[in-house]
């Protein structure tokens, strides 16, 4: 009797506490969501121990299997090669791939240097933790500076926007990701758009003007009218140019810049503008050219 | 002592999860780990465990999700629970049930995140069942199922000192 008891009081207790935290959620969500994202900040401490392993573990393996890759084509040039040279070949395969990470190192500074805006280099260690988003981890979060909305690039282009972060890491949508939303602008037309990931892993820019000229080959970058990206940063390319009969506005498929299933080293817009002086000054430029068209 | 294992066990499920279990994906989808070991200890541990297991892992899982922070903790801690009550009104859990048990699960939390996603078109819905929530469900059946083989022993007899303890 004491038996069914207490295990009707533990199923009892499991049912209430799972109804109290739905109701929780669905009747005041931002209040537990900002209580979920208070309990998340030493929960994130713990967890970026095992994540920083693990990550590590999964560099190893794409390192080891990049070599391995490079490793196969060194030993089909050497084929041709005597035999005695396969050593140094080898050597030297390693030596090319110390020298190619410099060099994406060194086009990642310049591109630093070169950029208006204040940046923070970081790694991807991570994907996003379900199948339903298109995001990645970085090993930079608040306790470096990175808050939520600022902008991802690379050397090539538009990465995605924070919008996550806790101390230690911190989660990217991708610009691919159907929940993402871009202010773009087609290079060649000047025509504005919103550029908004599709659920094929591509983006689209949305509400061209419809007597607009755009074209498949048009590039499109980021207007910089909203806050997370300076302007001019390349999206991607249109591919297909969509105008249905009835509609107010035109569509295109983006092919973006970026591959995105390939991404190790990024940089966080931490300020768009270096200071308040370049950024009026780009907006008087912004207007100009409005004037102009 | 049990609250520190689950935590334990989140702390090395999430990362695997986000880290390295994108080598094992079939059509770029990868199993739901968290789910499947919320599901697992709530077949075989009781709906409490299952939930306690689930909310952890769900916590953990939205924290490195582009997500609303609720879903996961949701999702998981459903599961969890759900499991817990299916294992506690069965006799024998053989591998077949626990397959379709979680394939179950797996489909309706999958269910909810379709429908968090607000699809626009009818189109969309089905694109999301045949790409993501059919590949997952089947995915993360046969996980759990494998795990279950695998430590097939060491739960039964696990439950059957429970049993006996009760």
């Known amino acids: ?293 | 002592m049990k609250f520190l294992l689950y935590l334990l066990l989140a702390l090395v499920v999430i990362p695997f999860q986000t880290t390295l279990l994108h080598y094992f994906s079939i059509f770029g989808v990868r199993p739901d780990l968290g789910l499947v070991a919320a599901c697992l200890v709530g077949f075989l541990g009781g709906e409490l465990d299952g939930l306690i297991l689930g909310l952890l892992l769900g916590c953990f899982q939205d924290m490195l999700s582009a997500g609303d922070l609720w879903i996961n903790v949701v999702t998981k801690g459903g599961g969890g629970f759900l499991a817990g009550l299916a294992g506690r009104h069965m006799a024998h859990i053989t591998p077949a049930v626990l397959t379709a048990g979680l394939a179950i699960i797996s489909g309706l939390s999958s269910a909810v995140f379709l429908y968090s996603m607000n699809p626009a078109s009818l189109d969309e819905i089905w694109m999301g069942v045949r790409s993501t929530v059919l590949v997952q469900a089947g995915f993360d059946a046969l996980v759990g199922a494998g795990l279950y083989l695998l430590f097939r022993q060491r739960w039964s007899d696990d439950r059957m000192v429970t049993e006996g303890a009760l």
């Open chain 1, 1 to 293: 009797m004491a038996i069914s008891r207490s295990t009707y009081g533990t199923r009892r207790l499991a049912i209430v506490l799972f109804a109290c935290l739905l109701v929780a959620l669905f009747l005041l969500p931002s209040q537990s969501q900002r209580l979920l994202q208070y309990v998340g900040g030493p929960l994130g401490q713990i967890l970026s121990v095992p994540l920083a392993a693990f990550s590590s573990v999964d560099r190893g393996i794409s390192d080891t299997w990049n070599a391995y890759l490079a490793l196969q084509n060194v030993h089909e040039e050497n084929r041709q090669l005597h035999r005695d040279i396969e050593l140094l070949k080898g050597q030297n395969n390693q030596l090319r791939e110390s020298v190619a990470a410099t060099q994406r190192y060194e086009t990642l500074l310049n591109f630093k240097q070169q950029s208006p805006s204040q940046t923070l280099a970081a790694q991807v260690i991570g994907r996003d933790a379900t199948n339903w988003y298109g995001g990645v981890i970085l090993n930079k979060g608040e306790s470096d500076g990175v808050r939520a909305e600022m902008g991802v690039v690379t050397p090539a282009g538009v990465v995605g926007r924070i919008v996550k972060t806790n101390s230690t890491s911190s989660v990217v949508l991708l610009v691919t990701d159907p929940n993402n939303a871009i202010a773009g602008v087609v290079q060649r037309t000047r025509d504005e758009g919103i550029v908004e990931g599709t659920s094929h892993g591509r983006a689209r820019l949305k509400y061209i003007p419809l007597l607009s000229r755009v074209q498949a080959g048009d590039r499109v970058v980021t207007s910089g009218l909203t806050g997370t990206f300076p302007r001019g940063l390349a999206i991607g390319g249109l591919t297909q140019v969509e105008k249905s009969e009835g509609d107010l506005f035109q569509s295109a498929e983006i092919e973006p810049e970026v591959d995105l299933s390939k991404l190790d080293e990024v940089l966080i817009i931490t300020a768009p503008y270096e200071d308040a002086d370049s950024a009026q000054k780009l907006l008087q430029e912004i207007r100009g050219d409005r004037k102009k068209s």
